[in-house]
C-alpha cells in the first residue's frame, strides 16, 4: 500500500489537490471534513456531536474521528493506498493512525504540508463561503478559531511525522495546476 497525507492549514488546499491526486494514482480518498458533514447531513448522532464542535471552529474529539477512521480503512480492504484528507489533526490521531495501519502491516509513506499565508487562507475560506454554504466558512471569527486551532493543536502532526523523515514542503500558492505538479513530483518519485 501506498498511503499519503496531505496536511495543511484550513484552506491550504488540502481538498482541492485531493481530487487530482486521487484521479492519477488511483488512492482511496479519505477526508474527515467530508465523512463529518456527510453525518451532520443524515443527522447521525455522531453528525449532531461533531457539529457543536465545527460551528464554533473547534476540532472534534479524538475519539470520534479516530473511530470513524477506522471504520472507514476497514470498510476498504482491496484499497492500494489511501489519501489522508484532513487527518491526522492532533499528535493523539498520529499515533492511532499509526496502530491503524500497522494492522494492515502498513505505515505512511509520505507528508505533503502546504504552507499559505494566514491572510490568504481567510480571503479563500470567506470565498469559499460566499457560495458553498459551508457554515463554518461563512464567519471570520470562526475562520479565525480554525486558524487558532491548526497552530495550537495540528501543527504537531509535522512535527511528529519529521522526526520520521516523512514531511516534505510544498508552496501552496499559486495556481492549482502549479502546485499540484509540484505534489505530483514528490509522490512520482516514491510511489
Ligand atoms: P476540513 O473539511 O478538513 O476543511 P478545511 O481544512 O477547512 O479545508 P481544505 O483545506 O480541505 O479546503 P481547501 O483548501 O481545499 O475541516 C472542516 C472542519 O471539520 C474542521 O474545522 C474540524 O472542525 C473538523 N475536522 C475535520 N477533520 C478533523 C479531524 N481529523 N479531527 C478533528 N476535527 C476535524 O479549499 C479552500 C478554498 O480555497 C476553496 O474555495 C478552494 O477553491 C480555494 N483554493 C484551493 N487552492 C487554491 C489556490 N491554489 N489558489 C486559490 N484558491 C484556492
Known amino acids: 500500500m501506498f498511503n499519503l497525507i ?20 488511483g488512492l482511496k480518498h479519505l ?43 476497514d470498510a476498504n480492504p482491496g484499497a492500494t493506498g489511501f489519501l489522508f484528507d484532513g487527518f491526522p489533526r492532533t499528535a493523539a490521531q498520529c499515533v492511532a493512525l499509526d496502530a491503524l495501519l500497522k494492522e494492515k502491516s502498513s505505515e505512511i509513506n509520505i507528508v505533503l504540508a502546504l504552507e499559505v499565508a494566514e491572510e490568504e487562507l481567510v480571503k479563500r475560506l470567506l470565498g469559499r463561503g460566499a457560495t458553498s454554504g459551508r457554515s463554518d466558512d ?28 516523512k ?12 502546485i499540484y505538479d509540484d505534489l505530483k513530483k514528490e509522490i512520482d518519485a516514491r510511489i
Open 138 to 165: 461563512t464567519n471570520e471569527t470562526v475562520i479565525r478559531a480554525r486558524i487558532q486551532e491548526y497552530h495550537d493543536k495540528t501543527a504537531a502532526v509535522e512535527k511528529y511525522y519529521a522526526q520520521f523523515d
Open 31 to 73: 477526508s474527515t471534513g467530508n465523512l463529518l458533514r456527510s453525518e451532520i447531513t443524515q443527522q447521525t448522532p455522531l453528525g449532531l456531536e461533531a457539529k457543536n464542535f465545527m460551528d464554533q471552529g473547534q476540532l472534534v474529539p479524538d475519539a470520534v474521528v479516530i473511530g470513524m477512521v477506522g471504520n472507514f480503512i
Open 167 to 178: 514531511v516534505v514542503s510544498i508552496q501552496g500558492e499559486g495556481t492549482v495546476e502549479s
Open 6 to 25: 496531505l496536511f495543511g492549514p484550513p484552506g491550504s488546499g488540502k481538498g482541492t489537490q485531493s481530487e487530482n491526486i486521487i484521479a492519477a494514482f
